[in-house]
């Protein structure tokens, strides 16, 4: 139990900050925050060690975060969503909006497969939901977001040096 103790002190401040930035909300930041804790408690057990413990407690937070979007889907506008999305995947743009065009452009050119993974994940679906929907694997989901991810990019840097 101290050790959980611990890991809240050294971690509490950062991913309320994380979960602030996510939701916007005090409230909401404050009640995810309890919640990622509380899930941390109760799977120590299942973690693996394949990452840090703070990139541990940040999944768990924000797979919290996305649980809690897709609650409230029909309140939420795809293009908020898309813009976080961006903003966490991407690197930053001095003209998001612009950007965000940019990318809805690009995605528009790729497969139907490729749209519809990379719009589900924006929606906040998991991998796992992704894969049950789209009758492809959970890897296949991660590797075409992951390609779809790495273009993108790619190609936004080619437009900016132009």
């Given at each position: 139990?101290?050790?959980?103790?611990?890991?809240?002190?050294?971690?509490?401040?950062?991913?309320?900050?994380?979960?602030?930035?996510?939701?916007?909300?005090?409230?909401?930041?404050?009640?995810?925050?309890?919640?990622?804790?509380?899930?941390?408690?109760?799977?120590?057990?299942?973690?693996?060690?394949?990452?840090?413990?703070?990139?541990?407690?940040?999944?768990?937070?924000?797979?919290?975060?996305?649980?809690?979007?897709?609650?409230?889907?029909?309140?939420?506008?795809?293009?908020?969503?898309?813009?976080?999305?961006?903003?966490?995947?991407?690197?930053?743009?001095?003209?998001?909006?612009?950007?965000?065009?940019?990318?809805?452009?690009?995605?528009?050119?790729?497969?139907?497969?490729?749209?519809?993974?990379?719009?589900?994940?924006?929606?906040?679906?998991?991998?796992?939901?992704?894969?049950?929907?789209?009758?492809i694997s959970e890897s296949s989901a991660r590797v075409i977001e992951h390609r779809l991810r790495?273009?993108?990019?790619?190609?936004?840097?080619?437009?900016?040096?132009?």
């Open positions: 139990m101290k050790e959980m103790e611990q890991l809240y002190r050294r971690h509490k401040d950062e991913l309320y900050r994380y979960l602030l930035a996510l939701t916007g909300d005090r409230e909401a930041a404050g009640d995810l925050l309890q919640e990622t804790f509380l899930q941390a408690m109760l799977g120590i057990g299942r973690f693996r060690g394949e990452s840090s413990v703070r990139t541990w407690l940040f999944a768990i937070a924000r797979n919290l975060w996305l649980k809690s979007l897709r609650k409230k889907r029909e309140t939420v506008q795809e293009s908020d969503l898309l813009e976080r999305y961006v903003l966490t995947s991407l690197e930053e743009s001095a003209d998001r909006r612009e950007t965000l065009e940019r990318i809805r452009r690009l995605v528009a050119e790729k497969d139907e497969r490729t749209q519809s993974v990379f719009h589900m994940r924006v929606s906040g679906y998991s991998y796992a939901e992704i894969a049950q929907r789209l009758s790495t273009w993108l990019k790619q190609q936004l840097e080619k437009e900016e040096r132009r």
